[in-house]
């Protein structure tokens, strides 16, 4: 590993402003190498792909928007539904169904504009791949994408198993979870490790990292492989274990929304911890850790 | 978080998506990118029959689990004068002919069709749309009636066309629905032209009087109002020239995924 170089600021950049983008501090500090370059690699590969397969995933599911638990389709009992209401030459208004519960959530969610002109469509036309109702292409973009997810995804792991990341740095310890509250309540206050502490992830983050990875990711492939009619010929038990193909398309929807969740968060905490410094840490591999380096 | 960061880091986050999801679409007008994309639909294809193979059947059902209501998709009632006579005297002079790379060319009515071994299974239909109904078909497994007309050995394809018209070609001919399976899948053991659905006589939304099942595809392979099966070397010269009226409009060929 590189050693951390001290650096000196040569400009004057007020220090609450530094400390908001997450600029190096003005005090002693030095960078820390905290990833590897198959971490990087992966991390931009996957944001890239995963933004590919969220927005072509919802333009699949605009093709039929509604979700169903078992075998098959309970077309008068679905679990959730985007729909429009109105007449077939002009769509008022558009619904979203959660169990017994209607929402109106016209203009993005079961109607919304297509050429300024109000159309029936699950997901809006600026969350999905392609922009137009094309479910052809959509299924081209998410098949052809799943493959580079499950490649990106396997050179991570394997690396990061074979390299003990996994369990150095991913895996939550006890400490961890018995660290937990004290850990909540610290995020809710944003105050983030500092100096030593910061060249670890803390429980939070570890258990977040951890559920993706271990959990959601594995999870939305054998999901997505269920809905498949020729791997279930081959694997009957895969969509029996989620309780048949509709309850599997459910949970890749689930799947798919956790990691829009995770996205949404992380985005928030990369941003609230440093914008600059945990930028910087994941395209050089160095994070800039405040204090003295230790002899 | 202070509100000039918030609404900086949204219109980061919108504008960097909104450029990706132009693009994306704007590739996707692109022959150049559908081709490219629509390549992996073959390393799909071989390693999912890596795992199926020939044989692995797809799961049957309880009768319990039949959907009291199975949805029809696509054509529901062809719109022609030939099929509206033929639903009217129940379909009596309906033929299928089987010909193309065989050595003894086939025409079968169907009693004749009736009168061979028949097959019942419970299965599940998966539309591309993403639902699925369980229904229980009877029909004559595909493989026998195949073989009784002796394909030639350069036949690799089986094409099955439709009464059920579909608009015109761009050459201005009219358009019929028309579908495609390789020997693998047609000979498959459940691959079957079904004349029953859940004991009844086939209804005109679901095909009569024979559709095709093909249990381990997506719906849109099992042509329905099926006139003519033709064996062929490979399907370029038919219509729009990959293999079926929705791979013509831009969906893939290998629909088992």
């Given at each position: 590993m590189p050693a951390g170089d001290q650096t000196v600021s040569r400009t004057r950049i007020p220090s609450r402003l530094r400390k908001a983008l997450g600029l190096a501090p003005e005090g002693p500090h030095y960078l820390f190498y905290r990833h590897g370059w198959i971490v990087r690699l992966t991390h931009w590969a996957n944001a890239a792909i995963l933004f590919v397969m969220l927005l072509s995933g919802l333009q699949i599911f605009n093709a039929h928007p509604a979700l169903y638990w078992g075998r098959s389709s309970d077309f008068d009992h679905p679990i959730l539904s985007l729909t429009a209401r109105g007449t077939d030459d002009a769509v008022a208004k558009g619904v979203t169904q959660i169990g017994p519960w209607d929402f109106d959530t016209t203009g993005v969610l079961g109607a919304s504009k297509v050429d300024g002109q109000m159309t029936a469509r699950g997901f809006p036309d600026w969350a999905t791949i392609p922009g137009p109702q094309w479910l052809a292409m959509g299924r081209l973009w998410h098949f052809a994408f799943a493959w580079l997810f499950v490649a990106n995804g396997l050179m991570f792991l394997v690396w990061a198993t074979w390299r003990g990341h996994v369990r150095r740095d991913l895996l939550p310890t006890k400490d961890d979870i018995r660290h937990l509250p004290q850990e909540i309540v610290d995020h809710a206050r944003l105050k983030f490790p500092k100096g030593e502490a910061a060249k670890r992830y803390n429980g939070l983050q570890k258990l977040a990292y951890s559920a993706v990875l271990f959990v959601v990711a594995p999870l939305i492939v054998a999901t997505g492989l269920a809905m498949s009619p020729t791997m279930d010929a081959a694997a009957p038990w895969l969509p029996w274990i989620f309780g048949g193909r509709q309850s599997a398309r459910t949970i890749h929807f689930l799947c798919a929304f956790s990691f829009l969740a995770f996205f949404i968060v992380h985005i928030v905490m990369v941003v609230l911890s440093g914008t600059w410094n945990n930028l910087r840490s994941m395209i050089t591999g160095r994070y800039a850790i405040e204090g003295e380096r230790a002899p | 978080m202070t509100d000039s960061r918030r609404n900086f880091l949204k219109a980061a986050l919108a504008g960097a998506g909104a450029a990706a999801l132009s693009g994306c679409t704007r590739l996707s007008q692109k022959p150049w990118v559908q081709d490219a994309l629509g390549e992996v639909e073959n390393l799909t294809r071989r390693v999912q029959r890596v795992f199926a193979g020939g044989h692995a059947l797809a799961t049957e059902y309880k009768?319990?689990?039949?959907?009291p209501v199975f949805r029809a998709n696509g054509t529901l009632n062809p719109s022609t004068d030939e099929y509206a006579a033929h639903a009217a005297t129940g379909f009596r002079n309906w033929r299928i002919a089987v010909g193309g790379l065989v050595e003894k060319p086939l025409s079968l009515s169907l009693d004749d069709l009736q009168a061979m071994p028949a097959r019942t299974q419970i299965t599940r239909h998966d539309c591309v749309e993403g639902w699925s109904c369980i229904g229980e078909w009877t029909g004559v497994p595909l493989a026998p009636v195949l073989a009784a007309a002796r394909p030639k050995p350069e036949a690799r394809y089986v094409m099955f066309f439709c009464a059920d018209p579909m608009g015109n070609l761009p050459s201005g001919e009219a358009a019929y629905y028309y579908e495609s399976l390789d020997l693998l899948e047609a000979t498959h053991p459940q691959t079957i032209l079904a004349y029953r659905l859940n004991g009844q006589v086939l209804p005109i939304e679901h095909g009569a009087p024979v559709r095709l099942r093909a249990?381990?595809?997506?719906?849109?392979?099992?042509?329905?109002?099926?006139?003519r099966i033709e064996l062929v070397e490979n399907f370029h010269r038919f219509a729009g020239g990959k293999g079926g009226y929705w791979e013509d409009q831009g969906y893939s060929w290998y629909a088992g995924i």
């Open positions: - | 009768k319990s689990d039949i959907a249990e381990r595809q997506l719906g849109y392979k099992m042509a329905k109002y099926i006139q």
